[in-house]
């Protein structure tokens, strides 16, 4: 195999098409499967007569990952033809970082009958302990979404750049 050969950009380009299509399809399968159940869940809160809110909320926080996941699956796929910017918000680190607070807040607002009970006080105590430190990375992930840091302009190695010279 020659040189020439490793460095064909037709070759490296089919590589970086395939790495990014492939995610980005099984995102968007992953989206649209969600999206037809939430589909399903929203159908059945219209067509019951009882209002349960927690349900309710459990369908917005559903319909809330679909979408992310479908989002993501699609800025995948355009990445391959055009660049796309990046964004503000870490929409990732939101979403996770509601769940969090979600799931806790549920916990102790509606207990569910098989949920775990502590057997003794150092349990208790390590439960409290484990519920306060998921609120806190909830909390720190919230903040982490809208807190970006600069970044910084890729720096050029003295071999790389020594390297390029050559190539020109």
Request: charged share 15%; aromatic share 8%.
């Amino acid at each position: 195999m020659s040189d020439q050969s490793l460095n064909d950009p037709a070759k490296t380009n089919g590589g970086k098409k395939t790495a990014e299509l492939v995610p980005g399809s099984l995102l968007l399968m992953l989206g649209a499967w969600m999206a037809s159940e939430c589909i399903r869940a929203v159908l059945y809160i219209l067509r019951t007569q009882a209002f349960d809110s927690w349900f309710t909320a459990d369908t917005a926080l559903r319909i809330a990952a679909a979408v992310f996941f479908m989002w993501v699956g699609a800025r995948r796929i355009r990445r391959v033809g055009q660049e796309v910017p990046g964004t503000k918000i870490g929409w990732g680190r939101l979403l996770l970082g509601i769940s969090f607070i979600y799931a806790n807040i549920r916990g102790h607002s509606a207990p569910t009958p098989g949920a775990l009970q502590p057997d003794n006080a150092s349990e208790a105590a390590g439960m409290q302990i484990m519920t306060a430190l998921i609120y806190v990375a909830g909390v720190a992930l919230i903040f982490g979404a809208f807190w970006r840091q600069k970044q910084k302009p890729a720096e050029i190695l003295p071999e790389q750049s020594s390297s390029a010279a050559a190539q020109k």
